[in-house]
Nanobody, 112 residues
Framework: QVQMVESGGGLVEPGGSLRLSCVVS????????MGWYRQAPEKQRELVAH???????NYAESVRGRFTITRDLKKKKVDLQMNRLKPEDTAVYFC??????RGQGTHVTVSS
């Protein structure tokens, strides 16, 4: 069984930055493709950023140029650096691997 724990969320003013981390543990053979998703109230879940098993990255148009997904295979974690945050980035962010395992999420609130 795979466990994922996110951290790094919080309250930040517009224009600020946050760095989210997702630590993966459990019965994993290798770190598969991983994505950061977000779920805002009354909105559909959105894939924000994804890094494939070979390190290729993709971003939602709404965050491209502001967010960066990275991974550390030794530490088995995937980070999401979020810069120039906007109020519309407010959501619960969670990581999910390509097999469907996911964490509980961490709250991000962008407000002045």
């Amino acid at each position: 069984q795979v466990q994922m724990v996110e951290s790094g969320g919080g309250l930040v003013e517009p224009g600020g930055s946050l760095r989210l981390s997702c630590v993966v543990s459990g019965n994993i053979g290798s770190l598969s493709g991983m994505g950061w998703y977000r779920q805002a109230p009354e909105k559909q879940r959105e894939l924000v950023a994804h890094i494939s098993s070979v390190g290729m990255t993709n971003y939602a148009e709404s965050v491209r140029g502001r967010f960066t997904i990275t991974r550390d295979l030794k530490k088995k974690k995937v980070d999401l650096q979020m810069n120039r945050l906007k109020p519309e980035d407010t959501a619960v962010y969670f990581c999910r691997n390509d097999a469907g395992d996911r964490g509980q999420g961490t709250h991000v609130t962008v407000s002045s």
